[in-house]
C-alpha cells in the first residue's frame, strides 16, 4: 500500500470556528505497514482552553501560551504532507478541522480522507465498539500513549491501519491494497462488505 498521512487533531471542540480551534496536530506517514516519519506541534490559535478539555487532554492555556501560531504550524505540516492521501480515525472530525486551519492559510486540500473508524466497523464487526482505545485493545496491538493527545492517538490510528490492511490481505485474500480502495470500502453497507471485497480479490 502506498504512503498514508495518518492525521489527529486535538481541538477546543467540536466544530471548528472562530472560537473553536485546533490546539494541537500529530502526523504520522504509514508505509508498507511500519510508521516512516512523524510531525507533532502544539498550536496556539488565540482561543481560550475550556476547562474539561483542558482535563480531558491535559493541553493547558498555559502550555499554548509558548506554542507556535496556527498559521505557522499549519504550513509547516502542510509542507510535510504534502499530497500523501490521508486518514484518520473518526476523519469526518478531524477533517473538518484540517480544511478549516488550511483555508486559514488560503489553502486547499488536494486528497482524500480515509477513515479508520468506518474501516474497523466493516472489518472488525466482533469488538465491543468501535473507539480507537477499544480497537488498539482487541486487536493486541500497543497503546502508545496518553489518550487524547496527537501523537498517540495518531500511532494508534496507524497502527489500527495497519493491522485492517493485514486482515484485508490475509482473511479476504485482497494482493493489492491502495488508498483508493480503503476510500471506497468505507461506504460500503457492512451486511455486503464481503460481496464488494470478492469483487477486487486478486486484483
Known amino acids: 500500500m502506498e504512503r498514508i498521512a495518518v492525521i489527529d487533531f486535538e481541538t477546543t471542540g467540536i466544530s471548528p470556528s472562530s472560537s473553536c480551534r485546533a490546539t494541537e496536530i500529530a502526523v504520522v506517514i504509514l508505509e ?3 510508521i516512516v516519519e512523524r510531525y507533532q506541534s502544539l498550536m496556539n490559535a488565540g482561543v481560550r482552553v475550556p476547562a474539561f478539555i483542558e482535563q480531558l487532554t491535559g493541553i493547558s492555556n498555559a502550555m499554548l501560551r509558548t506554542a507556535p501560531s496556527a498559521e505557522q504550524v499549519m504550513n509547516e505540516v502542510n509542507e510535510f504532507v504534502g499530497i500523501t492521501p490521508l486518514l484518520a480515525h473518526n476523519a469526518a472530525f478531524d477533517q473538518k478541522f484540517w480544511d478549516f ?4 492559510i488560503k489553502r486547499t486540500r488536494l486528497q482524500n480522507f480515509a477513515c479508520s473508524l468506518l474501516l474497523a466497523r466493516r472489518l472488525m464487526p466482533a ?3 468501535h ?4 480497537l488498539t485493545t482487541f486487536a493486541k496491538l500497543p497503546h502508545t500513549g496518553q489518550a ?3 501523537m498517540a492517538d495518531a500511532e494508534m490510528a496507524a497502527n ?3 493491522y485492517l490492511a493485514q486482515e484485508l490481505r490475509q482473511k479476504h485474500g485482497l494482493r493489492e491494497l491502495s488508498h483508493e480502495l480503503l ?5 460500503v ?4 462488505i464481503n460481496e464488494h471485497l470478492k469483487r477486487h480479490r486478486g486484483f
Do not use: I
Request: hydrophobic share 35%.
Open 32 to 34: 508498507q505497514g511500519r
Open 101 to 104: 486551519e488550511l483555508g486559514r
Open 127 to 129: 469488538a465491543p465498539n
Open 131 to 134: 473507539k480507537l482505545g477499544t
Open 148 to 150: 487524547h493527545r496527537a
Open 160 to 162: 489500527l491501519t495497519a
Open 183 to 187: 476510500v471506497s470500502l468505507q461506504k
Open 189 to 192: 453497507p457492512a451486511a455486503k
